[in-house]
């Protein structure tokens, strides 16, 4: 994984003298709630219901284990005893004093890590594919790519007061891990005629209050030229994008109303006046990067065969581990929903486990994932039985991924000011009722978000769930069909809107349904919606 040269070490460390300066006069009220929050909300600091929250940036995903115990200890220093993974491969902080809020940062950097840029009108934390360098079906690693875009957009003094937040995703694989359509700049590996590595580049995808897809506007960019289209695309956003409206300020508003070609034209007649500037790194910037995600060393001829016998350990081996490139080997995916449980949340005392069994059986590497789990890449097949047990010892060995109870939740009005409605006590009672008939359902994402802003990726769900206030109440309003995967699709309002019981309720008549139209187990709950329609959900829902 990528480590801080003398350059990234000094930014990190002038952003936290400085912040530490900007809370000192905050807090001596020196300067208003108003002034200081655009700097706060810079170094990811929010204004909650109860209290700051911190939210810490995880470049596409990536830890180790020294950066795992970090935030174990803040977890038990600065909060409550826990952290929240995000659907962003960040981790939140919900209960942080902001008097000691400059301390914490310090704490981040001595183990490379910060939190500027996940909030604000910038570019906010790469994302990319959990299984990268992993992952059989992999063209190559995505990750030095997203580093030199973390590089490059860090403090960018052209981008860090965009029209509205911007995030790009990045990933190396056919098979989308990193809902690349459902970002503003989405950017897939691919191979050119003659094999070469290239990116194709879609824009103007997102969630939230008007969910779009992002189309392809350049199915080919050399790898030699990848800054200075990124550079172009921004400028046009930047230029055109609508400062006037919030709710129509994001790169997919522009890139609609402009169309996707006319969009590609202005990209393309403005990349004709960047390119010429150097603005692309030379390769040898580039391999530099990539050196540092050399895969590791792993014995080609570790043994596949493993003892099944147990049937629980079988099952989670069926559900939660998945082919590595080199035979022998898994990807390992730690669940963060046993159900009842709030997902992505974590304990300081977990993350300190997964830390030790990083070491001892991962290679020392961790990933967060954008359904709020964690991933062990490079686990030997060998070693799966004692990481199961010692996982289950702490709750953690929960076979659900992507079953009907590993369901993406944000925090809602449980402690989020823009929340209209609660989404952990939600998530909770499906995932209770559904985990005991997840294994017959198959492949079922449920995603819940407590406001418009879609931070659950409701729009994205199999299920999704949407909080709206109704006239002072907590309404639920329930969609079918969506996919943040290679087969995206945005999920639509089924009818009207139900209370706390009643939503749960509906769901639970959703999958009936399923379970009566379905061609056989084989056929996903997306398959059926798909192959029928919504006719039939809505008439068992409401009657």
């Not at 400085?18 to 170094?43: C, G, H, T, W, Y």
């Not at 935030?71 to 909060?79: E, F, Q, S």
Request: aromatic share 8%; charged share 20%.
């Amino acid at each position: 994984m990528y480590r801080y040269d003398e350059y990234d070490q000094a930014i990190v460390d002038a952003r936290v003298a400085e912040f530490r300066d900007q809370v000192a006069r905050r807090l001596n009220n020196e300067i208003s709630e108003d002034a200081f929050k655009p700097l706060r909300l810079m170094n990811g600091l929010y204004l909650q219901l109860h209290a700051y929250m911190l939210r810490v940036a995880i470049p596409y995903g990536t830890l180790d284990s020294r950066q795992m115990r970090m935030l174990a200890y803040i977890a038990r220093r600065y909060d409550r005893g826990y952290g929240h993974f995000t659907t962003r491969q960040n981790i939140q902080y919900n209960w942080i004093k902001l008097a000691e809020a400059p301390d914490l940062l310090a704490e981040l950097a001595t183990v490379e890590m910060h939190a500027f840029q996940t909030s604000g009108n910038c570019i906010r934390n790469i994302s990319s594919d959990q299984f990268a360098a992993a992952a059989a079906d992999e063209i190559a690693d995505p990750r030095p790519y997203a580093e030199l875009l973390r590089q490059w957009s860090t403090l960018h003094p052209e981008f860090s007061f965009l029209p509205r937040k911007f995030k790009i995703a990045v990933t190396g694989s056919n098979i989308d891990r990193a809902a690349i359509q459902l970002h503003d700049i989405g950017l897939q590996l691919v191979r050119g005629e003659t094999g070469e590595i290239g990116l194709k580049v879609l824009v103007g995808g997102g969630m939230g209050r008007t969910p779009m897809l992002a189309p392809v506007i350049r199915e080919y960019l050399p790898v030699a030229d990848f800054l200075s289209y990124m550079q172009a695309v921004l400028r046009v956003y930047n230029r055109h994008g609508r400062r006037d409206n919030i709710y129509k300020a994001r790169i997919k508003i522009l890139v609609n109303d402009l169309g996707a070609e006319e969009f590609a034209r202005q990209v393309e007649e403005e990349w004709a006046l960047v390119k010429p500037l150097g603005l692309d790194p030379p390769a040898s910037e580039l391999a530099r990067i990539a050196a540092h995600f050399q895969p590791p060393a792993l014995a080609a001829d570790a043994p596949v065969d493993i003892d099944l016998s147990d049937p629980a350990f079988a099952k989670w081996v069926a559900v939660n581990t998945h082919p590595h490139k080199v035979p022998g080997h898994a990807i390992v995916t730690i669940s963060l929903k046993a159900p009842g449980e709030i997902p992505g949340d974590a304990s300081a005392a977990q993350m300190d486990l997964i830390a030790d069994l990083a070491e001892r059986y991962a290679q020392d590497e961790i990933r967060v994932t954008h359904a709020q789990n964690l991933v062990l890449p490079h686990v030997r097949r060998a070693d799966l039985f004692a990481l199961w047990q010692a996982l289950a010892g702490a709750g953690l060995a929960t076979a659900n991924l992507d079953h009907a109870s590993d369901i993406i939740a944000c925090p809602g009005l449980d402690y989020c000011t823009l929340a209209n409605a609660r989404s952990i006590p939600i998530a909770q009672k499906l995932a209770v009722m559904l985990a005991p008939q997840e294994s017959d359902l198959g492949e079922l994402k449920i995603k819940v978000s407590g406001c418009i802003n879609g931070c659950g990726h409701h729009h994205a769900g199999h299920i999704g769930i949407l909080g709206v206030d109704r006239r002072g109440d907590e309404n639920y309003q329930l969609l079918l069909g969506g996919s943040g995967a290679e087969d995206a699709s945005l999920a639509k309002i089924l009818g009207a809107g139900f209370d706390e019981n009643g939503i749960v309720a509906a769901v639970a008549t959703v999958v009936d349904v399923y379970k009566t139209l379905r061609t056989g187990p084989e056929e996903r709950f997306l398959d059926t919606y798909r192959r029928v329609g919504p006719a039939p959900f809505k008439e068992a829902v409401y009657g």
